[in-house]
């Protein structure tokens, strides 16, 4: 069943509900990750990582997966060695230097693959033993898996992302890259900051109305020049307007500002503590 709305203030979510959000629970070592199952039964390794498990102090045993000038290397390679050690087989992890922008990597060969120092915000790829990831800390995570040609993309969509439409650069790169079609993806939206948590101000309020006629209904006006965004709802249908199916994009029933115990929120911790860990999110070939 397909989840079309994020209960961002639920602060628990029970196996049923999350089955029928189309996700799971998957844990090994201590280390949790959400899997999509209609991805996975389509031939995808996917998860999206938690803060459990790890090594780094954010607090103690935090799973942080990036973020290079707040933690030190070797935390976050153990990190990443407990993250990968949760999926079966063996993989290589693709990622990129994120900046907020509407540029999408394509992983071709090896040297595409490891931390990049070229900026991107979506990877898409075919490549057998490659998790394309990317890392967020309340920003949308998005993997989409095309069931024909079996080429996958990760997208990080924070507000910027979203309004420069990232989504639909990088369904339109597997288009030009590997000859996908949208009504053959999957789409999975993973944990992030939801629209009854997410408050922005004016500057990110003109900015979605300068790039978007419709976009009143991701708005719940809260005080004077700030409302409430929904993110999540607002890459659906960016997914939904390059033709990928409604009834395959699955909405994780998860919000980051919520959820501080399981996942890292940047809106949350960075000004309270000064620093933050990070997510990642990854989509391979089985």
């Not at 990036?66 to 030190?72: K, T």
């Not at 915000?121 to 998005?142: E, I, Q, R, W, Y």
């Not at 659906?236 to 009834?247: A, E, T």
Request: charge should be negative.
């Amino acid at each position: 069943m397909n989840q079309s709305s994020v209960a961002g203030n639920q602060l628990s979510v029970d196996e049923e509900t999350l089955a029928e959000s189309g996700f799971y629970w998957r844990e090994r070592d201590g280390v949790k990750v959400l899997v999509c199952r209609p991805l996975e039964e389509a031939g995808f390794v996917n998860g999206f990582s938690t803060r459990p498990g790890g090594v780094s102090d954010f607090p103690v045993h935090s799973l942080n997966l990036a973020g290079f000038d707040e933690d030190s290397a070797e935390n976050i390679h153990e990190n990443r060695r407990r993250f990968l050690n949760v999926f079966d087989g063996e993989f290589r992890l693709a990622t990129a230097w994120q900046v907020h922008g509407d540029q999408v990597k394509t992983v071709r060969n090896d040297d595409d693959v490891a931390d990049s120092d070229t900026k991107f915000d979506g990877l898409v790829s075919n490549l057998h033993g490659v998790l394309a990831g990317v890392k967020t800390a309340d920003c949308v995570p998005v993997l989409i898996g095309d069931t024909k040609t079996k080429a996958f993309a990760a997208v990080h969509a924070g507000w910027r992302g979203t309004v420069q439409s990232i989504v639909v650069r990088a369904i339109e790169t597997t288009q030009k890259e590997f000859g996908s079609e949208p009504k053959d993806m999957i789409a999975a939206i993973g944990p992030c900051a939801s629209g009854v948590n997410y408050e922005i101000g004016q500057e990110v309020i003109d900015a979605f109305e300068k790039a978007f006629s419709t976009c009143g209904k991701y708005f719940t006006p809260t005080r004077e020049n700030h409302a409430l965004i929904d993110l999540p709802l607002a890459n659906k249908d960016q997914l939904i307007s390059c033709g990928v199916p409604l009834d395959s994009i699955y909405i994780a029933p998860f919000c980051t500002i919520a959820r501080t115990d399981l996942f890292f929120s940047y809106r949350v911790e960075k000004g309270r503590y000064g620093k933050t860990g990070r997510l990642l999110s990854v989509i391979g070939r089985k």
